[in-house]
């Protein structure tokens, strides 16, 4: 169960409908035939971290602009940069991040295989160098909290530094996007499948 009441249109502020608005009628909206925002899902209300964001709606709409920008505005190409996503959904075991974008992982043309060994915290057997590249950059930033010179060339020569700039800074907004989901226990919609088991707590 979510720990925030869902914010319904009717009871929006003047801020709170910036961010509706920018959500449901910019790309992401657009997007919604692609694994987009479906307000059906949500009770008529944002789903995922944009409904937290409703209660700060000033940081809120800073944090969907940046959102917005990193997905259709990326250097880097959509499968490597759904890869990514994925990647650091399930290191913060982030439920919701992991089931939107898996979807969106699979229609950028990442396998059902790749999908399922980074569900599973496997590393995959990757058919396609380039996702394995990002990968390993990724992990061993979220594992190391660096990267060592050696990954850091090889990922500068596959995505040049515009993209390695692009990819660090999507990793960190999924990171707080990660925070935002779990901290406000936000639940992946209504008859789908959650892709882990709830950590347990202390």
């Known amino acids: 169960m979510t720990r925030l009441a869902a914010v319904a249109p009717a009871g929006m502020t003047a801020a709170q409908n910036r961010i509706f608005d920018a959500v449901t009628q910019g790309p992401r909206g657009r997007a919604a035939g692609r694994g987009g925002i479906d307000l059906s899902a949500s009770g008529g209300g944002l789903p995922g971290p944009f409904n937290a964001w409703m209660y700060s709606p000033d940081i809120g709409n800073l944090a969907q602009e940046l959102g917005a920008a990193l997905r259709f505005k990326n250097s880097l190409p959509e499968n490597l940069l759904e890869l990514a ?36 915290g496997k590393r995959p057997d990757f058919d396609k160098a380039e996702e394995a590249q990002i990968y390993d950059f990724v992990r061993e930033m979220l594992d190391n909290k660096r990267v060592c010179d050696a990954t850091y060339a090889a990922t500068r020569t596959l995505v040049g530094e515009q993209g390695l700039v692009d990819l660090v800074t999507l990793m960190g907004y999924y990171t707080m996007i990660s925070f935002t989901l779990n901290c406000f226990a936000v639940p992946v919609p209504e008859g789908q499948t959650a892709p882990f088991n709830e950590p347990t707590s202390n």
Request: net charge neutral; glycine share 6%.
């Open 85 to 120: 996503v994925i990647t650091v959904g399930r290191h913060w075991s982030a439920q919701f991040e992991f089931w939107a974008h898996a979807r969106l992982a699979r229609q950028a043309g990442v396998s059902d295989d790749v999908i399922e060994a980074i569900r599973i």
